[in-house]
């Protein structure tokens, strides 16, 4: 699996070197923050190496090398590395620089004697050839106020003591080649979803008035590590309706409770939120679904939740390649309207990619294509109270697979679940 996605990547390449360096939490963002190992994922997908394996660790492709196009430096054992990642050429890490220094030297040259006793740094050279293109994994997420990461110093130098250097962001082929999911990313999105859908309906089935978001945040957690996997984000249980505090209210929370959760006591007449995503070997989904606390909608609730639950189906069902985000955020307001509700919809964006990322690189710009990964995502305020829908959706060569649509979603459906006994009764 990784080896063809080092191939992938080396295929997409135009000449040079790749260089990807196992990066840690590098800055405090100011735009993507859920996950803390954000920098580690594309070595992670290229290598499958992950935590003490991967760090200290560097990734060299270089498509147009005669022996060596995939090297890995390590500060593991070498050989072990190579049985882990399949790579034949594995070394300490210690001789990167090393390396790199024979390397960035005109292949003219370097002298036969040196071709042969440097063999590895010479076939470098040779694929770096006039233009010497290096590809290196720079932040995606920038923070000027932040220290800059270390890896930028490797950067700098090679442009400093070779100036004819072409460095560039390896993330413009990452982030198609992420975008574009294989069959074990799908696998495992598929996993996440299942897991999140889980998570949801454990949840649903134990809610009852006078519990608290953060009890009810915690069934869905605890689902989550059940399943071997954990939250890709902050849980989010929302409540709104009559008798909900402001969220600006709580200041005197207890010691360690998490703001998200809050913890606000639901009572019967309100409506419950969710936005909530397991990760799953480093695969990730997004969810929301929107419950009545009593387990019985009201009136005007079900006849609200009856009108957007359709338009959601219809915005799901018209995912296939060829589609666009702007086209689908144009087909939800034109539907909203059609049904009276524009006004009271709300939605920063329809859509956003999931895959390693809560919110995963991609590009939103161009036609849906088979692979994509997404979610249909908006909500509709109705005086105090609300609905929201996240819905995770694959494209397919001939539509689209809908990864979280085995979850309840119309109103029979929800006071169904919500009339099954829960977790939290069980033994009571």
């Known amino acids: ?50 935590a003490g394996d991967a760090y200290g660790s560097a990734l060299v492709l270089a498509p147009d090398a005669e022996t060596y196009r995939e090297i890995l430096y390590t500060s593991q054992d070498p050989e ?79 442009q400093y003591f070779s100036p004819e250097v072409q460095m560039k962001d390896a993330s413009d082929i990452l982030n198609r080649l992420r975008m574009i999911h294989d069959e074990a990313s799908i696998a495992m999105l598929r996993k996440a979803s ?60 207890p010691i360690g409770v998490r703001p998200q959760l809050g913890p606000w006591p639901v009572s019967d007449g309100q409506m419950l939120s969710y936005d909530i995503g397991a990760e799953y070997a480093h695969f990730t989904a997004d969810f929301g679904r929107t419950i009545p606390v009593s387990g019985e909608y009201t009136p005007e609730q079900r006849r609200i939740a009856e009108v957007v639950t359709r338009v959601q189906k219809q915005l799901i069902a018209a995912v296939k390649p060829g589609g666009t985000f702007a086209g689908s955020q144009a087909l939800k307001d034109r539907l909203m309207s059609e049904v009276g509700l524009l006004d009271v919809t709300n939605t920063y964006g329809i859509s956003h990619f999931v895959g390693m990322e809560i919110h995963d690189v991609g590009f939103y710009d161009i036609p849906w294509e088979p692979g994509m990964c997404f979610v249909i995502e908006w909500s509709v305020s109705h005086e105090d109270w609300s609905i929201r829908f996240e819905d995770v959706i694959l494209v397919t060569e001939d539509g689209h697979e809908w990864l979280t649509g085995h979850s309840p979603i119309e109103p029979d459906e929800i006071e169904a679940l919500m009339a099954q006994e829960g977790v939290w009764e069980r033994g009571r």
Do not use: C
Request: charged residues 25%; hydrophobic residues 35%; glycine residues 6%.
């Open 1 to 50: 699996l990784n080896s063809q996605r080092r191939a992938n990547f080396r295929d997409a390449m135009d000449g040079g070197i790749a260089l990807v360096v196992a990066a840690i939490e590098d800055q405090n963002r100011i735009y993507e923050f859920f996950v803390d190992h954000s920098d580690l994922h594309d070595f992670i997908y290229l290598t499958g190496l992950e």
């Open 80 to 158: 072990g590395m190579a049985d882990l990642t399949g790579i034949e050429h594995v070394y300490p890490y210690e001789l990167l620089t090393e390396h790199l220094s024979d390397a960035i030297t005109d292949f003219s040259l370097l002298r036969t004697h040196q071709r042969g006793s440097k063999d590895l740094a010479s076939d470098l050279s040779r694929s770096l050839g006039e233009d010497k293109n290096i590809y290196f994994n720079y932040q995606r997420f920038l923070n000027l106020d932040e220290t800059p990461p270390e890896r930028l110093d490797l950067a700098n130098r090679l």
């Open 194 to 253: 299942d897991i999140t859908v889980q998570a949801f309906m454990e949840s649903a089935k134990s809610v009852r008035e006078e519990m608290t978001t953060q009890q009810i945040g915690a069934i869905v957690n605890f689902t989550f590590e059940y399943e071997h996997a954990a939250p890709s984000f902050p849980t989010g249980v929302t409540p709104s309706g009559p008798g909900v505090a402001p969220r600006s209210e709580g200041r005197d929370w």
